[in-house]
């Protein structure tokens, strides 16, 4: 179940960047033009780390398709399968025009919708994504990730949890998305 909940935060993240500053609030935002390079059908491959990064982990592999949903949003569902049980994310994300930054919402089996905000660093090309949501237990859950844009057809994600130390995260995920032809 632990798989299943990590799985459905990271959805929303393999999409796009977050906010830069803008120096004239009118022009279009850089997250836009990444927003509308992510359209289309993505292979994932998943590595899991359960019981922490320094475990055995777990591989399995899944397909990301992504819409546009107007001009500032993205639709996405992630689909995996995991020992025959197929998980199913969908999330939407985009540029908020009040915010000046993306926001997102995660939604997938469980009874939790999760939101997100991020930065975008332009120069390493690597977003930093804030997720807050619920456990299965409905406690607060924090996640962090980066996803770094490796190229126009390939992005790596690598999602953290808390760890047992005060703003200690350690990783957990690590998806490869590579972009079909």
Same mark, same amino acid.
């Given at each position: /179940?632990?798989?299943?909940? /990590?799985?459905?935060?990271? @959805?929303?993240?393999?999409?796009?960047? $977050?906010?830069?500053? !803008?120096?004239?609030? /009118? $022009? !279009?935002?850089? +997250?836009?033009? %990444?927003?509308?390079? $992510?359209? *289309?059908?993505?292979?994932a491959e998943? +590595?899991?780390?359960? =019981?922490?990064?320094? $475990?055995?982990?777990? &591989?399995? &592999? *899944?397909? +990301?398709?992504?819409r546009p949903?107007?001009?500032?949003?993205?639709?996405?569902?992630? %689909?995996?399968?995991?020992?025959?049980?197929?998980?199913?994310?969908?999330?939407?994300?985009?540029?908020?025009?009040?915010?000046?930054?993306?926001v997102g919402?995660?939604?997938?089996?469980?009874?939790?919708? @999760?939101?997100?905000?991020?930065?975008? #660093? !332009?120069?390493?090309?690597? %977003? !930093?994504?804030?997720?807050?949501?619920? *456990?299965?237990?409905?406690?607060?859950?924090?996640?962090?990730?980066?996803?770094?844009? &490796?190229?126009? #057809?390939?992005?790596?994600?690598?999602?953290?949890?808390?760890?047992?130390?005060?703003? +200690?995260?350690?990783?957990?995920?690590?998806?490869?998305?590579?972009? =079909?032809?």
């Amino acid at each position: /179940m632990l798989i299943r909940s /990590m799985i459905a935060t990271v @959805a929303v993240f393999v999409v796009v960047p $977050s906010s830069i500053a !803008q120096e004239n609030p /009118m $022009s !279009q935002p850089i +997250e836009l033009e %990444v927003l509308k390079a $992510s359209v *289309g059908v993505w292979d994932a491959e998943f +590595e899991v780390w359960p =019981r922490g990064p320094d $475990s055995p982990s777990i &591989k399995f &592999k *899944g397909v +990301e398709t992504n819409r546009p949903f107007g001009e500032y949003w993205i639709a996405s569902d992630l %689909v995996s399968e995991y020992e025959g049980q197929t998980t199913k994310v969908h999330s939407i994300i985009g540029y908020d025009l009040d915010q000046g930054e993306l926001v997102g919402k995660i939604i997938d089996h469980g009874p939790y919708a @999760a939101k997100l905000t991020g930065d975008y #660093d !332009q120069k390493s090309k690597t %977003v !930093q994504w804030t997720t807050e949501g619920k *456990g299965l237990d409905g406690k607060p859950l924090l996640q962090r990730t980066s996803v770094t844009h &490796k190229n126009a #057809d390939e992005r790596v994600l690598v999602l953290t949890v808390p760890g047992r130390k005060k703003d +200690e995260f350690i990783k957990f995920m690590q998806i490869r998305f590579v972009k =079909r032809k």
